[in-house]
């Protein structure tokens, strides 16, 4: 009687953990518990001043420990205050040129009110490039390759304030990466940034520099959910899959694999590249992340990460994934993904990212036999907090490229088997681990 209670009450508890982390992500705005100061910040610095405007950099920064832009990259977009217009742009491009039916000879670049710009492709001709520009949109994020997280463009603008007090700044900024999900606040002015010469020996600055602050929500960006947690462990013979219909593809039907129209539904969607086309599943998912308790040792247990990808549509570059387990505070080791901790609340250290070896297996490719990437993690026991008891050994919370993945309901975990005897079996087994251990250890002095 004794544990049976006890029994409901941790599933209760795992109920409302699990529960509050669903409650907070959908309703809380702009705010992410696993990475509270998280922004993408655009900065402009004026370089200098023009007759009739100023020539500015403008740069945008990822800092976002996992959530990157990927392609078809970022578009960036703003209210000119007066009736500016971009005479010439390097390292990026505005995507319309607008009416400019009121220049006569000298044709500006951009006209609208309210231009959209966009990064160049990689391969861009020499001369039309700027440093960091040119990924096609593509930023990575903070943790996975810091080098490369910021993109830049330089921008000529005319027909503006040619001074610190007589230029207004452009309003109402939004960023699409490429789809919603980014709020932008107002421009503000800043200290002007400094720039350090090559051979460290002067500083120069810029003569005026606002910067921009946009913010990333889950539910402004009012995606279908794209990814699915499986379970499964060595002690039960269940594997508790994904939850069917998770992701409910919005207007197109999934691909029954072996369909004879498949390679011309891949080609028509091709026209809308952003839209999953998945294999059909149960769970109908671009994403299902397995997490399988794979081993039990007495120091230690290793778990094996398989993710794979059931979207035709899509490679996914520089995938990541953000993990969150009591024991991410004692990794011993992981194969073959890269990893990180990225814990936030000081003493509480159990989130981490993992990500994919460059060359390796940073590609999960599109469906098919090479749609996965896989790892095991070995972690050393806490003898004070483990067990596999009420799924304490299962993932907390796990998102792919920032998306929360959807788990499937803590009743359906698998359990330790309740007969005594199957619990004597394991106590064996642990002894026995034990027994080796010590054994192996007593030859290995004796030598
Ligand atoms: C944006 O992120 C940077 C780096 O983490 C941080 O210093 C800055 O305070 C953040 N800005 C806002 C408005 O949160
Ligand atoms: C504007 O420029 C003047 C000098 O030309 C400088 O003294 C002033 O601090 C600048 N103001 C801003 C907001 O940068
Ligand atoms: C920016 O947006 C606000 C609210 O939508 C609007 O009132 C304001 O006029 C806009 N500013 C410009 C310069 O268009
Ligand atoms: C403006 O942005 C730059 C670069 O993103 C950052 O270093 C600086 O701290 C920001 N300034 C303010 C006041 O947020
Ligand atoms: C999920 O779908 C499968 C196949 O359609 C079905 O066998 C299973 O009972 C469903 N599970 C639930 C919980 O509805
Ligand atoms: C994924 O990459 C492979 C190999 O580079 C390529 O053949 C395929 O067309 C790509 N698929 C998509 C959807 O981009
Ligand atoms: C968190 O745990 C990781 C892995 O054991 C360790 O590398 C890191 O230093 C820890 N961080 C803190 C703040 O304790
Ligand atoms: C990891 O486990 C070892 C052995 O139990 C312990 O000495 C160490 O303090 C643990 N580290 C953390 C961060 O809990
Ligand atoms: C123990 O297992 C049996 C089936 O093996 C099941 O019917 C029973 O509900 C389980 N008891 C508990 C407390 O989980």
Known sequence: ??????????????????????????????????????????????????????????????????RHIEEPGWKLGWTWAKKEVIWYMGGGQATEQGDCSRFKSNIPHCCKRTPTIVDLLPGTPYNQQVANCCRGGVVSSLVQDPQNAMSSFQINVGQSGTSNTTVKLPQNFTLLTPGPGYT????????????????????????????????????????????????????????????????????????????????????????????????CTTHMCPIRVHWHIKENYKEYWRVKIAITNFNYNMNYTQWNLVVQHPNFDNVTQIFSFNYKSISNYGSINDTAMLWGVKFYNDMLMQHGPLGNVQSEVLFEKDKNTFTFDKGWAFPRRIYFNGDNCVMPPPDAYPHLPNDSVHR????????????????????????
């Open 1 to 66: 009687m004794k544990t049976f209670a006890k029994t409901q009450l941790n599933r209760a508890a795992i109920f409302v953990v699990i529960f509050c982390g669903l409650h907070s992500f959908s309703f809380t705005d702009a705010y992410d518990p696993l990475d509270p100061d998280g922004n993408i910040t655009v900065k402009w610095d004026i370089m200098s001043w023009t007759g009739d405007g100023y020539n500015a950099v403008v740069n945008i920064y990822n800092f976002q420990q996992y």
């Open 184 to 279: 932008c606040g107002r421009p503000r002015i800043v200290d002007s940034s400094k720039f350090l010469s090559p051979d460290k020996r002067r500083v120069t600055q810029a003569l005026m520099t606002w910067n921009v602050t946009c913010t990333y929500s889950p539910f402004l960006a009012q995606k279908a959910q794209s990814c699915c947690v499986s379970l499964s462990s060595f002690y039960s013979e269940m594997i508790v899959p994904c939850p069917n219909n998770t992701c409910g593809v919005q207007n197109n039907a999934c691909v029954k694999s072996d369909s004879p129209d498949l390679a011309s539904v891949l080609s028509s969607s091709s026209k809308n590249s952003l839209a999953p086309v998945v294999q």
């Open 424 to 447: 004597v079996i394991i106590s064996l087994l642990n002894l026995v681990t034990s027994i080796v251990a010590s054994l192996v250890f007593l030859l290995a002095r004796e030598y």
